[in-house]
């Protein structure tokens, strides 16, 4: 099955910018739906961008206008880019593939961690 690693989280101050990979391998990268997960410390997990096969992407509103999320099939890789970052931006990101949708078992990244402070 599809395996995922997201790199590229850090230390950030508000207003600041941060680039996210997930990295797949294991299996057919093209074909997947992919998300972007954040969960911060005490809250729940959210989603904050997908994007289908097809590059169709939506955004949670707290995120749209400053995150854009997009994907690369030939390096087998999904992004997210993060602008204009604020505090409550902070979480680990976790990198998501939505399998169970097809009958199959949802899979995730181990997450990166993402903290705006200044």
């Known amino acids: 099955q599809l395996q995922l690693l997201e790199s590229g989280g850090g230390l950030v101050q508000p207003g600041g910018s941060l680039r996210l990979s997930c990295a797949a391998s294991g299996s057919i990268f093209s074909i997947y739906p992919l998300d972007w997960y954040r969960q911060a410390p005490g809250k729940q997990r959210e989603l904050v961008a997908t994007i289908t096969s097809g590059g169709s992407t939506n955004y949670a509103y707290s995120v749209k206008g400053r995150f854009t999320i997009s994907r690369d099939n030939a390096k087998n890789t999904v992004y997210l880019q993060m602008n204009s970052l604020k505090p409550e931006d902070t979480a680990v990101y976790y990198c998501?593939?939505?399998?169970?949708?097809?009958?199959?078992?949802?899979?995730w990244g181990q997450g990166t961690q993402v903290t705006i402070s200044s």
């Open positions: 998501h593939a939505p399998l169970s949708t097809y009958g199959g078992t949802d899979i």
